[in-house]
């Protein structure tokens, strides 16, 4: 049981580049969640879903792009990247309860 | 102003003291509170669960005073292993789901 993982774990993007980050839960969650950290921030939600086939946008969602095609995976797309995207990604997933479960995060610098 | 705010620290203190940590929310729809933890460049994990009756964990007590709009953290006998940012979260549910608001995190540095 690996609970939440992310790949990549590290990204460097040249501005206007494009990329996917992918999130996989084995827990059966049907909740999940992409965040992002700035220093002086805390985690702001991008986009999350609430069971398969379905998205819906958070606190941050300009720029990036979301599916969930399958329930286990969720997919972060960014498809012309800006520094401002420079940041790390965490991916989440709960159950029934409140509680999440945060993967490793993702570090991408858009340089 | 920030929905949740905290002292962003850092509070430096000997291994055995007793610190304590506060964070104020200010929706009142918020419906459940947490601190989480946070290592360096690692990810948020639950610490606990914060109730309006006070809950304890050995040496961590979280307290929630919902007319004050007030979370607290009280760590006992610190160790070194405590070192870490703690992050202050409300649920507040609406929509769809639940949302967790994360506040910025106070960071604890435990010195031998």
Known sequence: NAGVTQTPKFRVLKTGQSMTLLCAQDMNHEYMY???QDPGMGLRLIHYSVGEGTTAKGEVPDG???SRLKKQNFLLGLESAAPSQTSVYFCASRASTDTQYFGPGTRLTVL | RKEVEQDPGPFNVPEGATVAFNCTYSNSASQSFFWYRQDCRKEPKLLMS??????EDG???AQLNRASQYIS???RDSKLSDSATYLCVVNRRGGATNKLIFGTGTLLAVQP
Do not use: D, K, P
């Open chain 1, 64 to 66: 990036y792009n979301v």
């Open chain 2, 59 to 61: 040496r961590f007590t």
């Open chain 1, 34 to 36: 992409w965040y992002r």
């Open chain 2, 50 to 55: 914060v109730y309006s009756s006070g809950n």
């Open chain 2, 73 to 75: 953290l009280l760590i």
